[in-house]
């Protein structure tokens, strides 16, 4: 079959596997009469047209029954819930029956579905429909899937400003600021003869500067919302017994990592997501750095090299019993990677000013003992500071988390900038316009105006089936 926004469409939206309940959902013009043909309101088994006379945003006790035998085969005990168009997730009439989370149950209820005409729903199809049909803007449809994905406080509040519209709202006001613009500029160009040219201009100059503001803000955020929503990745690097791996174990509350007194415990990359400041960290251990012949020993230490490069923070852990500072791993990472030093083991040798000169002087350096814990506060600040994580308010600004959002501002942005230049060298207000329109363009791309079908769908395809 190929698919259509015309069908109605089905899918199990909570995820595989046994729970409580399951749900299965149905969407589209003919939901009821298909779900006619699977529900009944009794044990009796006989078709009726259960849904289709249900009353509209109303829940009934149903029963899931195959009728395609010489018997009707009864499946489950559900809830049905009945949605008429327009006020539904999808803007179209929509069903959806809640039934026992079991594997084959639900889908069998699907199965049965399908059958009766309804076709399995894509990735993301149901938000999707609700995009096509006017009920929420892109970027609020882009922000499901991260609401869903979100792990942490602040990416389910990055996703919840996008979800709940904040971003279209702002996008929406500089559009209609550019709009206004534009519109006075035509009107200047279609009566020349009141030459208020000038006038127009320098009220368009304005209009125009404040929005390049607006937007330079919005842009800004981004650096936040992308920690926010993919999270970073911190790598713990240093020599070996240097006492990684037990901080590794302080910051996870587990013991993650083997921890012994033999250098050289810690071969292979330990990874772990945890929670810091509200943001998803990707903490990873490392075998310790140093010149060796064993060849696992030195997978190891390349494996630990490779993980530091593509770190957003290396924690450089120097044991302060035997400060070793190796060159090889400064020398090799990228001068932009940020850096804290550890100068760990405190609870064994308090004064460590030796230690300390052996470090670059600028750099930050926190003193602790990962194996009694103290320090780990100033160390939990350093990186708070290193990482600017907590410098924004999630709960109340628009923030941007999306790639896609943040080139089409930019763009915007460069076009916006060329029309208050173009202005001040005197070009005709025509050509301005152009730029103005240009810019607007991107904008609405935002929102999903004027959008090709094909970026409509390489968003969507990102999404989970049921969604
Ligand atoms: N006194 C003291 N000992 C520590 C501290 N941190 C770690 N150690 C000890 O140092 C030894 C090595 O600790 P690990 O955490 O395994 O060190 P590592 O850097 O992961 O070592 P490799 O995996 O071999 O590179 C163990 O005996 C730890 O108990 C600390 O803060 N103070
Ligand atoms: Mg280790």
Do not use: W
């Not at 085969?73 to 006020?87: G, H, N, Q, S, Y």
């Not at 539904?88 to 039934?99: A, D, F, Q, R």
């Not at 004027?450 to 049921?466: A, K, L, M, R, T």
Request: with cysteine; aromatic share 6%.
């Amino acid at each position: 079959m190929i698919p259509s926004e015309n069908d109605t469409i089905a899918a199990i939206s909570t995820p595989v596997g046994n729970g409580g309940i399951a749900i299965i959902r149905l969407s589209g013009q003919d939901a009821f009469t298909i779900a006619d043909k699977i529900l009944c309101g009794s044990k009796s088994g006989v078709l009726s047209a259960f849904v289709s006379e249900m009353e509209d945003h109303t829940v009934r006790h149903g029963y899931v029954f195959d009728f395609s035998g010489s018997r009707p085969e009864l499946i489950d005990e559900c809830l049905v819930t009945k949605m008429t168009a327009p006020r539904t997730y999808t803007t179209e009439n929509t069903v959806e029956i809640n039934s026992h989370g079991g594997y084959s149950v639900v889908n069998k209820t699907l199965e049965l579905l399908l059958k009766a005409g309804a076709r399995a729903a894509e990735p993301g199809e149901f938000t999707k429909r609700a995009f096509l049909g006017g009920r929420i803007d892109l970027s609020s449809a882009e922000a499901v899937m991260d609401l869903i994905n979100a792990k942490t406080d602040n990416s389910r509040r990055a996703a919840i400003s996008g979800l709940s519209g904040r971003i279209g709202r702002e996008i929406t006001a500089v559009c209609d600021a550019i709009t206004s613009a534009i519109a006075a500029i035509d009107v200047s160009i279609e009566y020349p003869e009141y030459e208020f040219d000038e006038a127009v201009g320098k009220d368009a100059l304005v209009t125009v500067g404040d929005q390049i503001k607006r937007l330079e803000a919005l842009s800004s955020t981004y650096s936040q919302g992308k920690i926010a929503k993919e999270g970073v990745s911190v790598v713990i690097a240093g020599s070996p017994n240097a006492g990684k791996s037990t901080l590794m174990n302080l910051f996870c509350g587990t013991d993650r990592s083997i921890v012994t007194n033999v250098p050289g415990t810690t071969r292979d990359l330990i990874e772990e997501q945890i929670q810091l400041f509200g943001f998803p960290v990707t903490l990873t251990d490392t075998a310790g750095i140093r010149q060796t012949s064993d060849i696992v020993e030195k997978i190891g230490v390349d494996k630990a090299m490779d993980a530091i490069s593509a770190a957003d923070l290396l924690l450089y852990v120097v044991d302060a019993l035997e400060p070793v500072v190796e060159d090889s791993l400064l020398g090799d990472v990228p001068g932009s990677l940020k850096k804290i030093f550890i100068i760990n083991k405190t609870d064994a040798r308090e004064d460590v000013a030796a230690v300390r000169a052996l470090l670059p002087e600028d750099a930050a350096v926190v003193e602790m003992s990962a194996l009694t814990g103290s320090g780990s506060g100033e160390l939990f600040q350093a990186i708070k500071d290193t990482l600017l994580l907590g410098s924004f308010d999630f709960t109340n600004e628009a923030v941007i988390t999306s790639k896609r959002h943040k080139q089409l501002i930019d763009e915007a942005c460069d076009l916006l900038r060329l029309c208050v230049k173009s202005n001040e060298d005197g070009m005709p207000l025509d050509f301005v316009a152009e730029d103005l329109r240009l810019a607007a363009d991107k904008l609405c791309e935002i929102l999903g105006k004027n959008i090709s079908e094909d970026v409509i769908n390489n968003i969507f395809q990102h999404f989970c089936v049921g969604k």
